[in-house]
Every structure is written in C-alpha cells, then in structure tokens.
C-alpha cells in the first residue's frame, strides 16, 4: 500500500511569488491534515480535511495560504505571496475516516520550501 | 490550551546504553499521547501510541513509553541503544485520535560508537 506522498520535495522561490504544495494521501484516508516546521521549531497544525471540507483551520496563519481539497482525494496548499517566514518543511497526514486505537496520522516525508 | 516539553532538544548517548527522551504533557483531560520519530530525508512514523489501554506503551524497533497522570509525562525509552537509533523524536498530544496533533519541539538522538 503506497503511502502519503507529497510533491514537490524541495521548492525554491523568491519572495512574492507563488508556489503550489501537493499532498496524495492514502488511498481511502477520508482524514487529511497539513502541518508545518518552521526553521527548526515545533511542527505546527495548519488544516484537517474531511474529505472535501475543512474540518478545522484553526492554525493556518494567514490569508496568503490557500488549501483546497476537491473531490476528497489530493490536497494543494498554495501560499500567494510567499513571504521569508513562510520557509520550513510542509507535511501532510492522511487518516482513516472511522479511527481504530491501532490507527494514526500517517505522514508523507515532507515539502522543504525555501523562500529567498 | 495543550501543550508538550521535550527537555533537551539534543541528546547523545553510547551505543548499547538506555535511551532516555523526557516529555511532559499539558491537558485538563486524558490525551492520546503518541511518539513519532524522524529518521533522515524520511517522514514522521509512529514509533507508539498511548490510549488509555495501559499505562506502559510498547513500540516498534524496542521503544517504550511510561505514561504518568500523576507526573504528566510520557518519557521514551530504550535499553539498549543502536546506531541505527539516530534520529529526531517527537513527542505529542491530541485530544481525540481523529483530532490535530500538537508536537514537542523535538529531540535529536545522536548515538556514540
């Protein structure tokens, strides 16, 4: 069973442009959630998806951060524009819909943004 | 509002001797506790999950975990630690096994020869 994947694995962009961050999950995962590292510190909650809607976003930062999630599969989160702190490492989880104690966030190996 | 302490964010010891990683662990309520790891150029993976089936938490590779009300800790340990150990350890919290995850900053592992 193929894991989470994410892509790109390393992006680097300047300041005020766009970038676009995409997450797989596992297939049949109805629960898909973005976190963030940034320069070394604690990884940080930004979204939960529920299939197609957003079941919490209580931790994305600003209004330059976009994520959307059509149709219940893949997740994009776009930053527009992006800004220096906005470099880090962007994870994404996926998780079954119906969670059994055995169950977990699995997490994909990550985006590494670089802005300059 | 949670949150979670990993004291040290660096941790060094021989191979062969006991891990130690400390966590403790801020909650009005009985959390799901969980310990990730993150080996180079990987993704987070669960190394065990505490839900309140009993208090000392077995996991992969020979990682376990005590959890402490009394003391709200999670710490992780391992008798006899492996080169192949070498990582970052994330401990952390949720309120509901579906629900955000909040994570400690995070413990490197470094393991001598």
């Known amino acids: 069973e193929a894991g989470v994947t994410q892509f790109p694995s390393h992006s680097v962009i300047e300041k005020g442009q766009t970038v676009t961050l995409r997450c797989d999950p596992i297939?049949?995962?109805?629960?898909l959630y973005w976190y963030r590292r940034v320069m070394g510190k604690e990884i940080k909650f930004l979204l939960h998806?529920?299939?197609?809607?957003?079941?919490?976003e209580s931790g994305m930062p600003n209004n330059r951060f976009l994520a959307e999630r059509t149709g219940g599969t893949y997740s994009t989160l776009k930053v527009q524009p992006a800004e220096l702190e906005d470099s880090g490492v962007y994870f994404c989880?996926?998780?079954?819909?119906?969670?059994?104690?055995?169950?977990?966030?699995?997490f994909g190996p990550g985006t590494r943004l670089t802005v300059l | 509002a949670q949150s979670v302490t990993q004291l040290g964010s660096h941790v060094s010891v021989s191979e062969g001797a006991l891990v130690l990683l400390r966590c403790n662990y801020s909650?009005?309520?009985?959390?799901?506790l969980f310990w990730y790891v993150q080996y180079p150029n990987q993704g987070l993976q669960l190394l065990l999950k505490y839900t309140s089936a009993a208090t000392l938490v077995k996991g992969i590779n020979g990682f376990e975990a005590e959890f402490k009300k009394s003391e709200t800790s999670f710490h992780l340990t391992k008798p006899s630690a492996h080169m192949s150990d070498a990582a970052e350890y994330f401990c952390?919290?949720?309120?509901?096994?579906?629900?955000?995850?909040?994570f400690g900053s995070g413990t490197r592992l470094s393991i001598r020869p």
């Open positions: 952390a919290v949720g309120y509901s096994s579906a629900s955000k995850i909040i």
């Open positions: 297939s049949g995962h109805d629960n």
């Open positions: 989880a996926s998780s079954p819909l119906q969670m059994l104690d055995t169950d977990t966030q699995y």
């Open positions: 909650s009005s309520v009985p959390p799901y």
């Open positions: 998806f529920v299939k197609e809607s957003k079941q919490d």
